[in-house]
């Protein structure tokens, strides 16, 4: 039995699972011991045969009550000792009454039905295995006062010719035993596999309300860290016309950044970051990037001061092995030029008016990779007209996967890309497209896209 559970709750759980057996098979007793009756007393009525059966009708019908008086003083004033004395000892009355059984004459019987006074209780033995299988002990003192009984009632009221009788009954009595071990070692496993079942259950139902008390308090964390993030790195003013943006989460907290400033001179600032990771712990290393990048972008600095300082902040914030691939972006006031620092990210895409992709590699490492002294913030200068358009993604776009763990893949993009000759953004036919692709399978990373106009659209684009 499962060591986890008290030892008394065990012992009632199986005093009480007897007594109801014990119930139950006493009241078909009772029915036993009237019909038994009945046929004996068509043919032979005498006062011992009525003294018999008021005997064991009584014994039965006190039997069959255990149960509910058992029922009505568990715990407290029940011993479980003192009930388990109580049907031991009752059991062998029960036993030795029927034993007794044997001692009704049988001349005035007919042939047929002679037998009887031996049947009877032997198939009376046999019923009372499933009742009493729970407490071996117990049955098999009622098997002995049963058949001691029968064999000595049976001999006193026929003589000793019937000694005969005896070796199959001594026989018949020893295999109801036999089985009666192998069903009560099946029966008491049974319990204990039910046992460490229900505890199992118990402990599972436990873990459950731990776990959801624990999603309760992390969804809360979670919820107000998210809250604190976006108010932290959403920019203070309107996005800047002709810049569309697609940032989609892999989770509840993105991992990568986008902000858009504009300095006082009209230049129009965009940083992309990719944090390493997913979720609460990259999106910390959000908060310090985007503090500085607004801040030194609304003073107009170069994007190399930018990158640079960047660089310095997150080499000393983030642990080892954590880093931001990032691009910054400067656009002159009138979108005549684009100065660009890249470090990390996949190739800033450069669509010319004609139609023309130029893929823009990163020459720079990652922000936060190396210290100040290493770091190289090289940038270049793009010119600008009418038409032009500027890509910048993260990885997590080329890498998205459908359901077939295919990715929609660095060609898909160039093709749509290549495709789009009108004066539209290609954002809202990319996201369809993408999400189209991946249809219901899990996200394997933060997404996310800028578009940036030479030539700022008429209207923003709904993003």
């Known amino acids: 039995m499962n060591e986890t559970r008290p030892r008394l709750e065990v012992q009632a759980e199986r005093l009480q699972l007897l007594l109801d057996q014990t119930g139950a098979s006493a009241r078909l007793a009772v029915l036993a011991a009237t019909l038994s009756f009945l046929v004996i007393a068509a043919?032979?009525?005498?006062?011992?045969?009525?003294?018999?059966?008021?005997?064991?009708?009584?014994?039965?019908?006190?039997?069959?009550?255990?149960?509910?008086?058992?029922?009505?003083?568990?715990?407290?004033?029940?011993?479980?000792?003192?009930?388990?004395?109580?049907?031991?000892?009752?059991?062998?009355?029960?036993?030795?009454?029927?034993?007794?059984?044997?001692?009704?004459?049988?001349?005035?019987?007919?042939?047929?039905?002679?037998?009887?006074?031996?049947?009877?209780?032997?198939?009376?033995?046999?019923?009372?295995?499933?009742?009493?299988?729970?407490?071996?002990?117990?049955?098999?003192?009622?098997?002995?006062?049963?058949?001691?009984?029968?064999?000595g009632s049976y001999t006193w009221a026929h003589g000793a010719a019937t000694l005969s009788v005896w070796p199959p009954i001594v026989l018949f009595g020893g295999y109801l035993y036999v089985i009666a071990r192998r069903f009560h070692r099946t029966l008491i496993d049974t319990m204990e596999t039910k046992s460490k079942i229900q505890q199992a259950h118990r402990e599972l139902e436990e873990a459950n309300r731990h776990l959801l008390q624990q999603h309760r308090v992390l969804k809360q964390e979670e919820d107000i860290a998210r809250h604190v993030f976006e108010q932290l790195t959403l920019s203070d003013g309107a996005r800047p016309d002709g810049i569309h943006i697609w940032n989609q989460a892999m989770g509840n907290l993105s991992g990568d950044l986008v902000q858009t400033a504009r300095a006082k001179d009209g230049s129009t600032y965009v940083f992309l970051g990719d944090f390493t990771g997913h979720g609460l712990p990259a999106a910390l290393g959000a908060v310090p990037a985007s503090t500085v990048f607004r801040t030194m972008a609304e003073k107009g600095l170069a994007p190399a001061l930018i990158a640079r300082e960047l660089n310095r902040k997150l080499n000393s914030l983030l642990p080892t092995g954590y880093f931001c691939c990032a691009v910054v972006m400067q656009l002159s006031p009138d979108r005549t030029s684009l100065t660009l620092w890249s470090g990390g990210l996949p190739p800033v895409i450069l669509r010319h008016a004609d139609g023309r992709l130029q893929e823009i590699p990163s020459e720079n490492l990652p922000l936060g990779v190396v210290g100040d002294p290493e770091f190289a913030d090289r940038c270049a200068v793009f010119p600008l007209v009418t038409g032009d358009r500027v890509y910048a993604y993260s990885d997590g776009l080329t890498e998205a996967e459908n359901h077939r763990g295919e990715m929609w893949g660095r060609e898909r993009l160039l093709r749509l890309l290549s495709n789009r000759m009108g004066d539209g953004a290609a954002l809202e036919s990319l996201r369809e497209q993408v999400l189209e692709f991946t249809n219901l399978a899990p996200a394997s990373d933060d997404i996310s896209f800028v578009e940036i106009e030479a030539q700022p659209a008429a209207r923003e684009a709904v993003a």
């Open 43 to 151: 043919y032979d009525f005498s006062l011992w045969l009525l003294g018999w059966y008021l005997a064991v009708t009584a014994v039965s019908l006190w039997r069959s009550s255990l149960p509910t008086r058992f029922k009505a003083c568990y715990p407290g004033r029940c011993p479980l000792p003192h009930w388990d004395r109580i049907h031991h000892y009752s059991a062998m009355m029960a036993g030795l009454l029927w034993g007794l059984f044997g001692a009704q004459p049988v001349d005035a019987l007919p042939p047929a039905i002679q037998p009887f006074t031996l049947i009877g209780p032997a198939l009376i033995a046999t019923a009372a295995m499933s009742s009493y299988a729970i407490r071996l002990p117990h049955y098999r003192d009622f098997l002995l006062a049963l058949f001691g009984g029968l064999l």
